[in-house]
């Protein structure tokens, strides 16, 4: 029986806290180790959300606009965007238009800028536009200068036909040079002077 004993003892390694007793032969007619009681903790994880990457299709309140790449909760793309058609999984074929999309449009507004910057360098490289009006005494123009007459000076000058609503006049009550300025682009505006002259036979 001891002999057996000690057989199954010498297949196995035995442990009290974290030290390794031995069940060797020699100590196995010795008293057993005392015996130590531990406390074992266990705390469960909280639960994890599963997430879903989706585009939408639609302007979503608190949650962005058409176009937005976002994460939304697994059973929330399920159960109400996806049924409503507001939005679609974010694969990687959608990814890689949306991206296209974006360098297009990157470049497109690229080159409104740019020709607006052209268009801003030719108006400062001519100067000024001659707008003619009827006087009255002392060089009192009748009227006024209105931005219609600017953009048809302007596009006299340049073939470029501009928005009158985009001209930036002063007040320009007498015959005289006055400085103006038009928006060509929200970062770009265009300055240039507008000569008041005389109307002939007036």
Same mark, same amino acid.
């Given at each position: 029986?001891?002999?057996?004993?000690?057989?199954?003892?010498?297949?196995?390694?035995?442990?009290?806290?974290?030290?390794?007793?031995?069940?060797?032969?020699?100590?196995?007619?010795?008293?057993?180790?005392?015996?130590?009681?531990?406390?074992?903790?266990?705390?469960?994880?909280?639960?994890?959300?599963?997430?879903?990457?989706?585009?939408?299709?639609?302007?979503?309140?608190?949650?962005?606009?058409?176009?937005?790449?976002?994460?939304?909760?697994?059973?929330?793309?399920?159960?109400?965007?996806?049924?409503?058609?507001?939005?679609?999984?974010?694969?990687?074929?959608?990814?890689?238009?949306?991206?296209?999309?974006?360098?297009?449009?990157?470049?497109?507004?690229?080159?409104?800028?740019?020709?607006?910057?052209?268009?801003?360098?030719?108006?400062?490289?001519?100067?000024?536009?001659?707008?003619?009006?009827?006087?009255?005494?002392?060089?009192?123009?009748?009227?006024?200068?209105?931005?219609?007459?600017? /953009?048809?000076?302007?596009?006299?000058?340049?073939?470029?036909?501009?928005?009158?609503?985009?001209?930036?006049?002063?007040?320009?009550?007498?015959?005289?040079?006055?400085?103006?300025?038009?928006?060509?682009?929200?970062? /770009?505006?265009?300055?240039?002077?507008?000569?008041?002259?005389?109307?002939?036979?007036?």
């Amino acid at each position: 029986m001891d002999a057996l004993g000690l057989k199954i003892h010498s297949h196995f390694q035995c442990y009290v806290g974290m030290r390794r007793v031995d069940m060797s032969a020699s100590s196995a007619t010795q008293a057993p180790p005392q015996r130590h009681r531990c406390n074992l903790a266990i705390q469960a994880n909280k639960k994890v959300v599963k997430k879903q990457q989706v585009v939408l299709k639609q302007d979503v309140q608190n949650l962005g606009i058409k176009g937005d790449i976002t994460m939304v909760p697994l059973g929330f793309y399920r159960n109400y965007l996806k049924p409503r058609n507001i939005a679609d999984p974010a694969t990687e074929g959608i990814l890689m238009n949306i991206e296209k999309d974006r360098q297009r449009g990157e470049k497109a507004a690229s080159d409104i800028k740019n020709k607006a910057k052209a268009m801003a360098v030719a108006l400062q490289t001519i100067g000024k536009f001659v707008v003619k009006k009827k006087v009255g005494e002392n060089d009192k123009i009748f009227g006024s200068v209105t931005p219609a007459e600017i /953009v048809d000076a302007i596009f006299q000058q340049t073939g470029r036909q501009l928005d009158r609503k985009d001209v930036e006049l002063p007040d320009m009550p007498s015959l005289g040079t006055y400085q103006a300025s038009i928006k060509l682009h929200p970062e /770009v505006t265009g300055s240039f002077n507008v000569v008041v002259q005389r109307e002939k036979n007036a």
